[in-house]
């Protein structure tokens, strides 16, 4: 028995499932998790000693890598200055302004704990601000566990197969409203029966919690046009695409303004964040300067800004988000070459450094039904080739890929390597 099996019986005593967060525990793919012990760069190694190129990079937020020298540090220092102090710091303005310029619609921002805050606090704001209840989401999409968002959600539901919303209030179920993903005439249909009553339309611009899913022509506009005439306000929960999809985002890829922008994971640079911005005048609804009351007596902790200052500083520097981006194309690239060398139905989405693998020769993946039509049982044997071979991928077919400015030749030519015998054993 390998030493990751061993904890993994060990863990199952104590934690339920084994596992802090339910993905982990491989029910979808088969096997024991690997258990993690350190990570540098693009690589990462576990408890029995084997080293794998990581293309999860827990879930989007290392976008420089593990352990960059530059963000130790940072972190380093701060945590010898103190942990928390529950008190303003200079590190929540610095790291407020970074975001602030890189993402032009935000003009004030909240500082949270973590992406479901993030999502959680928008939501009471858009309702506060409005005066609404109804909440328009999109089937597949997943906006962290809150209740209202857990209604037909996404990757962490999808990959276990169970519903969403057992423990939610059946009064709460009814306030959240969902449609196709990708399908503007369906959230037409909704705005023409509920318009009056939608506070706000929520939606991952793209989507990345049912693999990577790129919103198609016309429907991120088409979402702004109906919230503007339904006075409603549009969120975008760039928790996964913020500083991936584009350094500004998926709004500045796609050039659409959403009222609501909520991040998390990348401004942390691997620690607990989140963030809720967005204009002025909706922002100011929130306490203490209005009556949406929002609070957290770690946001804002001064360890987590350190993380993000030095993760956006090294990002957006001398090219380095474009080398990242440019290799998961080449990626992309390579692993189509080498499935159409064997054989395998297989395309692929990218969008920036965020990436998805579908075995699939139905042609374009664009909603949740394509994805589910996916062959799932050939997604589990190339995971598993992958893992063997030293390749990290997401332990499910509904979870997006990440690369990070890190990732190197060396790291593609093994990548490809590996693809290329996981292919030919499919």
Same mark, same amino acid.
């Given at each position: 028995?390998?030493?990751?099996?061993?904890?993994?019986?060990?863990?199952?005593?104590?934690?339920?499932?084994?596992?802090?967060? +339910?993905?982990?525990?491989?029910?979808?793919?088969?096997?024991?998790?690997?258990?993690?012990?350190?990570?540098?760069?693009?690589?990462?190694?576990?408890?029995? #000693?084997?080293?794998?190129?990581?293309?999860?990079?827990?879930? #989007? @937020?290392?976008?420089?890598?593990?352990?960059?020298?530059?963000?130790?540090?940072?972190?380093?220092?701060?945590?010898?200055?103190?942990?928390?102090?529950?008190?303003? $710091?200079?590190?929540?303005?610095?790291?407020?302004?970074?975001?602030?310029?890189?993402? @032009?619609?935000?003009?004030?921002?909240?500082?949270?704990?973590?992406?479901?805050?993030?999502?959680?606090?928008?939501?009471?704001?858009?309702?506060?601000?409005?005066?609404?209840?109804?909440?328009?989401?999109?089937?597949?999409?997943?906006?962290?566990?809150?209740?209202?968002?857990?209604?037909?959600?996404?990757?962490?539901?999808?990959?276990?197969?169970?519903?969403?919303?057992? &423990?939610?209030?059946?009064?709460?179920?009814?306030?959240?409203?969902?449609?196709?993903?990708?399908?503007?005439?369906?959230?037409?249909?909704?705005? +023409?029966?509920?318009?009056?009553?939608?506070?706000?339309?929520?939606?991952?611009?793209?989507?990345?919690?049912?693999?990577?899913?790129?919103?198609?022509?016309?429907?991120?506009?088409?979402?702004?046009?109906?919230?503007?005439?339904?006075?409603?306000?549009?969120?975008?929960?760039?928790?996964?695409?913020?500083?991936?999809?584009?350094?500004?985002?998926?709004?500045?890829?796609?050039?659409?303004?959403?009222?609501?922008?909520?991040?998390?994971?990348?401004?942390?640079?691997?620690?607990?964040?989140? *963030? /809720?911005?967005?204009?002025?005048?909706?922002?100011?609804?929130?306490?203490?300067?209005?009556?949406?009351?929002?609070? #957290?007596?770690?946001?804002?902790?001064?360890?987590?800004?350190?993380?993000?200052? *030095?993760?956006?500083?090294?990002?957006?520097?001398?090219?380095?988000?474009?080398?990242?981006?440019?290799?998961?194309?080449?990626?992309?690239?390579?692993?189509?070459?080498?499935?159409?060398?064997?054989?395998?139905?297989?395309?692929?989405?990218? /969008?920036?450094?965020?990436?998805?693998?579908?075995?699939?020769?139905? &042609?374009?993946?664009? &909603?949740?039904?394509?994805?589910?039509?996916?062959?799932?049982?050939?997604?589990?044997?190339?995971?598993?080739?992958?893992?063997? &071979?030293?390749?990290?991928? +997401?332990?499910?077919?509904?979870?997006?890929?990440?690369?990070?400015?890190?990732?190197?030749?060396?790291?593609?030519?093994? $990548?490809?390597?590996? +693809?290329?015998?996981?292919?030919?054993?499919?």
């Amino acid at each position: 028995m390998s030493r990751s099996a061993e904890l993994f019986a060990e863990a199952r005593q104590h934690l339920v499932g084994g596992v802090n967060s +339910a993905v982990r525990a491989f029910r979808s793919v088969g096997g024991d998790p690997p258990f993690m012990r350190r990570g540098e760069g693009a690589w990462i190694e576990d408890e029995d #000693g084997r080293r794998y190129v990581d293309y999860v990079l827990s879930y #989007g @937020p290392l976008a420089v890598g593990h352990a960059h020298p530059e963000v130790v540090d940072a972190v380093q220092a701060a945590a010898a200055r103190g942990l928390s102090f529950g008190a303003p $710091t200079v590190a929540e303005t610095e790291l407020a302004k970074r975001v602030k310029a890189l993402v @032009p619609s935000i003009e004030r921002i909240r500082l949270v704990n973590s992406g479901t805050e993030a999502t959680m606090s928008a939501l009471r704001l858009a309702r506060g601000y409005t005066g609404r209840e109804k909440i328009l989401k999109f089937r597949g999409n997943y906006h962290g566990h809150v209740d209202p968002l857990l209604v037909e959600a996404g990757s962490g539901v999808l990959t276990l197969g169970i519903p969403g919303s057992p &423990g939610v209030p059946e009064g709460v179920a009814a306030a959240t409203l969902t449609v196709p993903y990708n399908d503007i005439e369906a959230a037409r249909e909704v705005f +023409a029966r509920y318009g009056e009553d939608i506070a706000a339309v929520i939606v991952e611009p793209v989507a990345g919690n049912m693999n990577c899913i790129p919103p198609v022509p016309g429907f991120l506009d088409g979402l702004r046009g109906l919230c503007d005439d339904a006075g409603a306000l549009l969120i975008f929960d760039e928790v996964m695409t913020g500083f991936r999809v584009a350094p500004g985002g998926a709004q500045a890829h796609y050039a659409v303004t959403p009222d609501l922008t909520c991040l998390g994971k990348v401004i942390g640079g691997g620690l607990p964040v989140g *963030a /809720v911005g967005g204009r002025g005048e909706v922002m100011a609804h929130l306490a203490p300067e209005g009556p949406v009351y929002q609070a #957290g007596t770690l946001s804002g902790n001064p360890v987590a800004m350190a993380a993000g200052i *030095a993760t956006l500083d090294v990002l957006t520097r001398d090219g380095a988000w474009e080398a990242a981006a440019d290799y998961a194309r080449r990626l992309t690239e390579g692993l189509t070459e080498r499935a159409r060398a064997a054989g395998v139905p297989f395309a692929t989405n990218r /969008v920036g450094t965020m990436m998805g693998l579908f075995f699939t020769d139905a &042609g374009a993946v664009q &909603g949740f039904e394509d994805v589910a039509a996916c062959d799932a049982d050939a997604f589990r044997r190339f995971f598993h080739a992958m893992l063997d &071979g030293g390749v990290y991928l +997401a332990p499910s077919a509904f979870e997006a890929a990440f690369v990070s400015t890190a990732h190197d030749e060396v790291a593609l030519a093994h $990548t490809l390597d590996v +693809a290329e015998r996981a292919f030919a054993a499919l």
